[in-house]
């Protein structure tokens, strides 16, 4: 396991110095998130839907659909010069390869939600108060759910010439579980709800992460045989 | 046609009968062949003769369809073991073109789990000339530049077998006269390698063992002591017209 580990730990610090160097994805992502929070804050009437109401699920469509461009990259760039035949000659098992991915992954959705949380805060003017840490929390949850699922469904459009379409037709309908969860548990937090009462999505969230990181853990191997 | 030669020693690699197929069409089908340490084979055959499949599921990254393929005894697909023994060349660069040569070959370094990486990476492009270079990033190198890094990439382990597929693509005369030095001294030390090349000299002229593929199946095959460099080009196509 330590082996996994470490192997996944490396290939998570190539990937996230490749994002650093280029910033492409990252840009975009947060250029697409701060977008996304202003045109919405437009397209609503206020006096028809408070902010309170909106922001969940304002907040969740900009993630799931940010993430996206992160994680549409993660395998794009292991095909440029077929660098990934390069790790899967490595004596480096197929799940340390997943979740190397898959860190770096979360890495750049939670990077994105750094920067997104505070705008959609400023933007619809949330009282944040005392439940910035619950949300952050749901927030990070949601994120691995997310990163886990969108790493699979990244190695498998790679290979196809519709990549960029495929990858959202894939990974969507598993995205669906972890959205409604995160959603519902940041609109009860931000509706001023007590901690108490999102428990029970939280503990759902976690759920969902431990199926789907075992799970597409365990598939990633069948995406990359010939 | 299938052949096995006289072994100076235990084989580090062994492929027997070696069929690997996609959907319904063969592209290897029925390869025999091994090699001790220190011999090398030289594959040559047209485009889509199935060299690079060959060298593919040699290298792990392919699963034989029937028939047998082993890195030094163990069987393939194999596990860690038998990959760490492989070091891979591509006529694809397999580098990250963001990353400098140092960081490229860094990254592959502790990939095989090498042992005080910095100075086998150091010495491992300062072999391919291009320690001056080491920390320009790889997408402002020239495309010879950047296969000798990649061959950098595949040697700094010290692998037991090395798979060369089209190794001097893009290289200048200088780079291609390195390269060939390298595999010189490899198989000096005990390498196996197996080389792909349109290239009948430099493959002959590092050979112990030659072989011409053709829609999947060696047509010749041949030890280097029965190879005339002078005559192997006419013995090629011949093998060609007839086999093809």
């Known amino acids: 396991m330590g082996d996994i580990m470490s192997s996944a730990w490396l290939i998570a610090r190539k990937d996230l110095a490749i994002e650093f160097r280029t910033r492409t994805a990252f840009l975009s992502a947060v250029v697409f998130a701060l977008l996304g929070l202003v045109i919405f804050y437009f397209a609503w009437d206020p006096t028809a839907v408070t902010t309170t109401d909106l922001a969940p699920g304002v907040l969740w469509v900009i993630f799931t659909f940010s993430g996206l461009l992160g994680l549409h990259r993660s395998f794009g760039v292991e095909m440029a010069d077929h660098a990934i035949d390069g790790i899967l000659a490595s004596p480096v098992s197929r799940e340390a390869i997943f979740l190397g991915k898959c860190i770096a992954n979360l890495v750049f959705v939670i990077a994105v939600q750094l920067i997104a949380i505070p705008a959609l805060v400023v933007f619809y003017n949330l009282p944040l108060g005392t439940v910035a840490g619950p949300l952050l929390a749901i927030a990070v949850l949601a994120a691995i759910g997310l990163a886990a699922v969108g790493t699979l469904f990244s190695a498998m459009a790679v290979n196809t010439r519709l990549a960029e379409l495929l990858l959202p037709m894939l990974a969507l309908p598993f995205f669906v579980p972890i959205v409604i969860g995160a959603a519902q548990a940041t609109a009860k937090l931000i509706g001023g709800r007590p901690v108490v009462e999102v428990a029970a999505w939280i503990k759902l969230l976690i759920a969902f992460d431990i199926v789907f990181v075992a799970a597409c853990a365990l598939a990633y191997p069948f995406t990359v045989e010939d | ?244």
């Open chain 2, 1 to 244: 046609m299938s052949s096995t030669i006289s072994q100076s020693g235990p084989p580090v690699v062994e492929v027997a009968a070696l069929t690997r197929a996609f959907a319904s069409r063969p592209a290897v089908a029925g390869v025999s062949f091994s090699l001790a340490a220190g011999e090398c084979l030289a594959l040559f055959g047209p485009n889509g003769a199935g060299k690079t499949t060959l060298l593919r599921v040699l290298a792990g990254l392919l699963k034989p369809t029937s028939g047998s393929a082993r890195i030094s005894g163990i069987p393939l697909p194999g596990g860690s073991l038998a990959r760490s023994r492989v070091g891979l060349i591509s006529h694809h660069t397999m580098l990250y073109d963001a990353l400098s040569p140092r960081e490229n070959v860094s990254f592959a370094a502790r990939l095989y789990g090498v042992r005080d990486p910095r100075e086998r990476v150091d010495s491992a492009l300062r072999r391919m000339s291009m320690l001056e270079r080491a920390d320009t990033p790889v997408r402002s190198l020239s495309r010879g530049m950047q296969q000798r890094v990649s061959i950098a990439r595949a040697m700094v382990h010290s692998p037991q077998i090395v798979l060369a597929d089209e190794p001097y693509s893009g290289l200048d005369d200088s780079g291609a006269r390195a390269l060939t030095s390298l595999l010189r001294e490899l198989l000096s030390a005990g390498t196996s390698i197996v080389i792909v090349t349109h290239n009948l000299s430099e493959g002959l002229s590092l050979a112990t063992h030659a072989a011409v593929m053709n829609r999947g199946k060696f047509i010749r095959y041949e030890s280097a002591a029965r190879i005339d460099p002078a005559t192997y080009a006419t013995l090629y196509r011949e093998a060609l017209a007839a086999g093809g």
